[in-house]
């Protein structure tokens, strides 16, 4: 989408929030909160503006997970670690509001700045680990398309017909191109359009596993972060490709060989596994079988909703968004208001 209609979007969300805040504050629509809500993070780290940012929603600040912990505990939210939530949906005599909290993709900023602010507030978490990440064997596109595109003024690119030149000499221009590439990406061979991706980003001198390096912990700080009373590690496959457009075969070596990595690091099997991307398109109900057949306990996407008992290897959660980082916005989405009313 072009800029303007993200800018649209933003606002329109805002607003949905600031209502939704409001009917929680005034005790409405009481029947749209869930038992417990599982929330979705990224990169938490004090926040540096740059003209170019097409990955902020997958950022915040460690004083807006502070604020929000805060909010949540005010508002009578207990916090579990996330392989508990099963047991607790099950539990018909537990009534008591409970909020898990996950990470995905082993961002080095959650060692340095999410850890203290769980550890103020006694609150567990799951970081969930892409292997070819900390092993430095695989890219991050999202990250060397932010870098490359944000530098350049244009660059040449073969998008499925012929070799193209593509101008960024505008914000608008580079966010078209963004979504060009995302869309390509999802729309072809994963890994080799990834690949071309990288070789283009090498082309104009960007080494895209040293942005790896940069950002993702390795099996050493895993470890070490392992060894945190309110820490577990859970899986997130070994190449964080979209599990549904793989062949079934592929699919579940992806998620068991991801398992075995988190167990040879900390010798503790994971029993929770987060599917990349974790959107309808990229997760169906083919990975939640596999995933309960590998001995799963828990197995979440990103799709917005609350956990239910029935569906344990096909969890929702709620995203703790970069563009809305108010903690009213936090009791808005834990009240599941905006979902009831989106579903109207």
């Known amino acids: 989408m072009g800029q303007w ?5 933003r606002i329109t969300i805002g607003g949905g929030l600031e209502a939704a805040w409001l009917a929680n ?7 749209a909160r869930g038992r417990g809500v599982i929330f979705t993070l990224h990169h938490v780290r004090p926040h540096i503006a740059k003209p170019f940012e097409p990955n902020q929603h997958l950022e915040i600040t ?12 005010r508002s009578g939210y207990r916090f579990v670690p996330l392989d508990a939530v099963p047991s607790l949906l099950s539990d018909s005599q537990e009534d008591r509001l409970f909020a898990a909290f996950t990470l995905d993709d082993g961002y080095r900023n959650n060692l340095v700045h999410a850890v203290p602010v769980f550890e103020r507030h006694g609150a567990p978490f799951t970081v969930f680990v892409t292997q070819g990440f900390a092993e430095r064997s695989h890219s991050i596109w999202w990250e060397t398309l932010a870098l490359l595109l944000g530098r350049e003024n244009s660059i040449e690119f073969n ?21 060009r590439f995302a869309e390509f990406i999802h729309r072809h061979d994963e890994s080799r359009a990834i690949s071309e991706v990288d070789a283009l980003a090498r082309r104009h001198g960007i080494e895209p596993l040293d942005i790896t390096r940069e950002l993702v912990m390795g099996p050493e700080e895993l470890l070490k972060l392992s060894t945190n009373p309110l820490a577990s590690l859970g899986a997130h496959t070994i190449s964080h490709r979209a599990l549904a457009r793989l062949p079934q075969a592929e699919a ?14 900390t010798g503790i099997r994971p029993r929770t596994i987060a599917y990349p991307y974790g959107t309808p398109e990229a997760t169906t109900g083919r990975e939640a079988v596999i995933a309960a057949d590998l001995g799963f306990t828990i197995a979440v996407t990103t799709q917005p909703g609350f956990p239910a008992a029935s569906k344990p290897t096909h969890m929702p959660r709620i995203s703790l968004n970069g563009f809305y980082q108010k903690p009213r916005y936090v009791s808005a989405l834990a009240s599941g208001i905006p979902l009831k009313l989106l579903r109207k």
């Open 5 to 9: 209609n993200r800018h649209l979007k």
């Open 159 to 179: 998008f499925g017909g012929e070799r193209e030149r593509v101008a960024l000499d505008t914000p608008v221009r580079k966010w078209h191109a963004f979504d």
């Open 25 to 31: 504050a005034a005790g409405l629509m009481r029947e």
């Open 252 to 265: 579940r070596i992806e998620m068991e060989i991801s398992a075995d990595y988190v167990e040879s690091i």
């Open 62 to 73: 460690p004083d807006f997970l502070d604020a929000a912990l805060r909010r949540l505990k």
